[in-house]
């Protein structure tokens, strides 16, 4: 019994062929699904349409599969041209055949009506996040959590503390550091304390974010969550201020961050 589904004869050759190599890059990393969709952006139902020809992935999840793989993703992305390529012309094909039937009703391609449903239900959801997000705004700017001087603690957060932190995926937040009391700070948390590895989020990783920015070392999109990307930042401001080197922030690199 084959591994992966065989492709749709009709399905077209510069299609198959960018597939067939996504496959290959996904078989090689060693990785299930839902692995890959652990450390990508995209879910694992997502890969799954992708790896199946049922929708073509777009650019970013193409260059997130090869880095994963540790693989240079220029060969694939030529494949991935080709395959856009012709699914526009497959679907251009498809919108005129539906012109020439006059009043019979356009027969969906392979899939199409599957996108319908997952781009109505994703607007849906941009929607009802976006209302989220308004609300929670409102309650941070009313809170006003950059001129809390204490720290928070690590238990429940009390009376008059400021709203929960909502992760909003490709949001990147402003920095404005500066110096307060001979301390360098960026307003979105005072902690000197707080430990932050891979998979933490919240407010304490954006100040360490903008922090790290500050000193020159790039942790990527500033948006509250402690990616690969923050952690090669933070291990290689750790290696510079001659630091233990794990990329894990604590109370001794929040001290060396705040000078």
């Known amino acids: 019994m084959p591994r992966w589904k ?3 004869a009709s399905l077209d050759q510069r299609v198959g062929q960018f597939v067939v190599q996504l496959r290959r890059f996904k078989d090689r990393s060693g990785l299930s699904l839902a692995a890959l969709a652990a450390k990508t ?7 799954e349409r992708y790896l199946n020809a049922r929708q073509l992935p777009p ?7 090869a880095r994963v793989c540790g693989t240079d993703p220029a060969r694939l992305l030529v494949l991935h041209e080709l395959a856009a390529e012709a699914w ?17 009703p356009a027969v969906p391609a392979p899939g199409e009506e599957e996108l319908r449903e997952t781009r109505r239900r994703m607007w ?14 409102a309650g941070l700017l009313a809170a006003r959590p950059w001129e809390d001087d204490e720290p928070r603690s690590d238990g429940p957060p009390a009376a008059g503390t400021p709203s929960p932190f909502v992760f909003v995926q490709g949001r990147s937040r402003p920095c404005h550091v500066e110096r307060r009391d001979g301390a360098l700070v960026a307003g ?30 790039d942790p990527g999109l500033i948006d509250g969550s402690y990616g690969e990307r923050s952690k090669e930042a933070a291990r290689n ?8 080197v794990d990329g894990i ?10 000078r």
């Open 188 to 217: 979105y948390s005072p902690t000197r304390t707080v430990l932050m590895d891979l998979k933490s989020s919240g407010w304490e990783v954006l100040e360490a974010q903008c922090l790290l920015r500050h000193h020159g070392f």
């Open 237 to 244: 401001f750790q290696k510079a201020k001659g630091l233990v």
């Open 124 to 137: 849906l959801f941009v929607a009802a996040v976006t209302v989220l997000v308004v609300a929670l705004a």
């Open 249 to 258: 922030v604590g109370p001794d690199t929040w001290g060396e961050l705040r």
């Open 88 to 104: 526009t012309e497959a679907a251009a094909a498809a919108d005129r055949e539906g012109r020439d039937a006059g009043a019979a």
């Open 6 to 8: 065989e492709l749709p």
């Open 59 to 65: 650019r970013e999840a193409v260059e997130e599969l």
């Open 41 to 47: 952006s995209y879910s694992r139902s997502s890969w």
